[in-house]
């Protein structure tokens, strides 16, 4: 996916600063599981603040690549698109400090949307 | 299935892990959970699973090294692997079949393609199974066949050399069975065969390897045994034969076996081929004798 056409996704359908609800079907099952995927966001903020922050790439690219394999299986694809473009951005050999915070920050603002329950209507 | 099935899935994440557990949920299926490829292989080597859900991006070991490592052992060679892997992770999928891989499996998963997938390696296991056990068995007589007395021989003789164990070994053939058939008939004989097997079964210690190496010759491995101790087997053998209430009902003066006994000891080094032979003289000798008796094979220490 290329870089425009993530931002015009992002900017229509997650444009904002409200909840983030998943895509997976709704159930006692599903619900179980988003629960314990919000209780890992969490962790994953946290651990990509403090990549961040430490300046620690290998931290950064641990989260990102976690978040990256699990988001789209949890019906949240964006987590796996931004999850990827941070991924992609720390395995690349020419990219600016710039470019990663931008990407973190992006990733971390959906992180901490992502909410249990589903979409009304 | 008799046993439930078993799955282990070694992932580093965590989310993974949880995910796999809800999708498969409704599986008929023991999952169990690694997060890393060394501790995930000690795992297979004590559960011994069916089948193998196996991340191919880990930190340490990755996937390819670990499915390496399963395919060596002999135990986990049927293991069924399933590689999970990034949609856009560009991984050499040809190097993971040629590893001995089954399947891959991409994430995000698709709920239902997981499921089916795995589904459907679990019941190939489960004939891969079967198959292996059917092609283990003696038709007839439903005991272990040749090809699995000489596989299981090649084991215990392996073992015994590393372990200083003893190893006892019986080879029991029925007396006149060439005579039973000429004059009752070849179902009868059959059903002569069919009985002394049960009878070898049901005389035989839990531990004891009952096969039929051919013809009516049957032949017994028994582990961790003495020269002394299988000779009491043996003989018990012989004398539950000749007692049996059921056997005259098929031939008017009953049925008897000859039994070869022969033994190595704790250290001792033989082949396999020698080790036949001396159970084979020891029978031939109580064939000589009378038949319907137990004849031990000399020691080598004697010798």
């Given amino acids: 996916m290329d870089q425009g056409h993530l931002d015009q996704r992002w900017r229509e359908v997650y444009g904002g600063d409200g909840p983030i609800y998943s895509t997976l079907p709704d159930g006692p099952d599903e619900r179980e599981l988003l629960s314990f995927f919000v209780g890992e966001m969490t962790h994953h903020i946290k651990g990509l603040e403090e990549g961040m ?13 976690q978040i990256k394999g699990a988001g789209g299986s949890f019906g949240f694809d964006i987590l796996t698109d931004l999850g990827r473009e941070l991924d992609d951005l720390l395995r690349g050999e020419v990219t600016s400090e710039d470019e990663i915070a931008d990407a973190t920050e992006r990733l971390l603002g959906v992180c901490r949307r992502v909410s249990v329950g589903h979409e009304m209507g | 299935m008799s046993k439930r099935a078993k799955l282990l899935v070694i992932d580093d994440s965590e989310m993974t892990h949880q995910l796999i557990r809800a999708h498969l949920k409704s599986l008929p299926v023991k999952i169990y959970l690694s997060n890393n490829g060394l501790d995930g292989f000690e795992k297979a080597m004590k559960i011994k699973p069916d089948v193998l859900l196996l991340d191919v991006n880990m930190p340490g070991v990755n996937g390819f090294d670990i499915c390496a490592m399963i395919k060596n052992e002999t135990q986990l060679r049927d293991t069924r692997v399933i590689f999970l892997t990034g949609q856009d992770e560009i991984v050499d999928k040809v190097r993971g079949f040629d590893l001995g891989a089954s399947d891959y499996v991409t994430k995000p998963f698709d709920p239902v393609e997981l499921k ?3 589904s459907s390696h679990l019941e190939t296991k489960r004939l891969i199974d079967l198959l292996a056990r059917e092609a ?4 007839l007589t439903g005991l272990h ?3 699995y007395f000489d596989e299981r021989m090649d084991q215990e003789m392996h073992r015994l050399n590393r372990r200083y164990r003893e190893l006892g070994l019986l080879c029991i053939d029925i007396d006149n069975f060439k005579a039973i058939n000429d004059m009752y008939g070849h179902p009868v ?15 035989g210690r839990r531990s004891d390897v009952v096969c039929r190496y051919g013809g009516d010759e049957f032949v017994m491995i028994l582990p961790d045994t003495n020269a002394k101790q299988a000779t009491r087997v043996g003989t ?7 007692e049996d209430d059921e056997l005259p009902k098929l031939v008017e003066q009953g049925v008897t076996v000859s039994v070869g006994v022969a033994a190595l000891l704790e250290g001792e080094r033989a082949d396999i081929k020698d080790f036949m032979k001396r159970a084979d003289e020891a029978l031939y000798i109580s064939k000589r004798g009378g038949k319907d008796c137990v004849c031990v094979a000399k020691m080598n220490e004697w010798e």
Avoid: C, P, Y
Avoid at chain 1, 53 to 60: A, N
């Fill in chain 2, 116 to 118: 089916m997938r795995v």
């Fill in chain 2, 189 to 203: 004989g059959d059903d002569v065969m069919r009985g002394v097997a049960d009878l070898i079964l049901k005389t």
């Fill in chain 2, 236 to 242: 018990r053998i012989v004398e539950v034969v000749r």
């Fill in chain 2, 145 to 147: 066949n040749r090809k």
């Fill in chain 1, 53 to 65: 922050r430490e300046g620690d790439m290998q931290k950064l690219k641990m989260h990102a690549h």
């Fill in chain 2, 136 to 139: 283990n068995l003696d038709s």
